[in-house]
């Protein structure tokens, strides 16, 4: 190898190298985890909605940090019901020596609604002695990496995730500079490849290279999105808006691998260096798609705080989605983007998007 270059065959054994110590860790990670000695001891308080959601977390999807030792609830009728293989063993007046007999370390609050007086005074009490309480919320949202809106309020949504919204102006500075950068370096690919993939796009069928869409931008503001034309032309002879769903028919031949690679959204670096998109946020919807969702789902306004991107946190953790339940899955995963956006995730979301590409797994 030239002096000063590493041998290609050196940086290939430190990749594999990486990738195997990251499997090995996880493995080791998962092990140790289903050791029960290392479990935190717990109860839920609450055998509602929110229990049982957070209950199915903790025992089927995230199975391994806690112990769950039984459920907490004032409803007599519900004493003795088991919630995912847990039993609600009392109510407020058990709970003390529920957490001295158990040796309990952490009280999940699953209540969505106002908290009694004294329940509240059994909570505080509990803290004082060195047990942790954990909002459900919180706990739904470190573990899935999703806000659970079916179980929020207004109120959480102002205090815990508008106030926490708000973004630090260096963070907006440097990822607009690195958007710029990026959309740069992704124009010279578009410009690389638009020969071939126009030439593909009119031979598999009539219609434009290139197809514009309105979109909802930041704060809801419409702006033109461009993408190489996956469909044929007049897929949507009413005007009406409408999902592709799988094996959609009016999908190309051409336009199914240019979504599996997703280079019919690489002329969206257009818009990126415009301001009016960013190379990481929530997808960016169609107006009439958005004024329905927002009579439907809630709290989906929110997501408008954050400007569009060509891929996201909620792309890489779901699938493309076809229906309002999956936009309301989407949702939870764009508002945890929202509050908790840094350069270091958008990272970690561009490489992951990158691993998509590489295998072909886009929509």
Known sequence: APRGTLPRLVVLVFLVGVVAIELMWRLVYIRLLSLPSLQQPALVVGAGRAGSAILRVLVREVPGHFRVLGIIDDDPAKRGQAIEGVVVRGGTAQLRDLVAEEGITALIL???????????????????????????????????GRVPIAY????????????SARVHDLYSRAKRLFDILGALAGLVVVAALFPLLALLVRLDSRGPVLYGQERSGRGGKPFRMVKFRTMVADAEPDGEARWAEPGDPRVTRIGRFLRRTRLDEIPQFWNILRGEMSLVGPRAERPALVRRLESEVPFYRARMLARPGATGWAQVNYRYGWSVEDAATKLEYDLYYIRHRSLWLDLRILLRTLGTVVRFQGT
Not at 152 to 161: A, C, D, G, P, V
């Open 152 to 163: 929020l309020n207004s109120e959480w949504i102002l205090t815990s995730f508008v106030d």
């Open 110 to 144: 699953a209540i969505t609604g106002d908290v009694q007086s004294k329940l509240f005074e059994t909570l505080l009490e509990c803290q004082e002695r060195g047990v942790e309480v954990i909002r459900m919320p919180t706990l739904y949202e470190e573990l899935l």
